[in-house]
């Protein structure tokens, strides 16, 4: 089993940054895709960016150069670094993992981001 748990969630103002970090514990996988997904307001959960155990990235249209995922393989952990933040990128942010061969998934319980002038 492994458990997530998600930190750095807050309230910024419209063009502020915040990171996000995810820390992995229990049986972690020894090849893993790790992720961050969010869901609005009255929306349904979207993917915002993945990453691989090798460094390969991809993220969606709306936060495309504004977002960086990044991962630290030997601390178990995710980052989500959010630059020039919107109201539209306000949500409950969750990290997630899946394991590559049995695709298996775990999900941290959520850090709200709000943001807010």
């Known amino acids: 089993q492994v458990q997530l748990v998600e930190s750095g969630g807050g309230l910024v103002q419209p063009g502020g940054s915040l990171r996000l970090s995810c820390a992995a514990s229990g049986s972690i996988p020894s090849m893993s895709l790790m992720g961050w997904y969010r869901q609005g307001p009255g929306k349904e959960r979207e993917l915002v960016a993945v990453i691989a155990i090798g460094g390969t990235t991809s993220y969606a249209d709306a936060v495309k150069g504004r977002f960086t995922i990044s991962r630290d393989n030997a601390k178990n952990t995710v980052y989500l670094q959010m630059n020039s933040l919107k109201p539209e990128d306000t949500a409950v942010y969750y990290c997630?993992?899946?394991?590559?061969?049995?695709?298996?998934?775990?999900w941290g319980q959520g850090t709200q981001v709000t943001v807010s002038s």
């Open positions: 997630n993992l899946r394991r590559v061969i049995s695709g298996q998934q775990y």
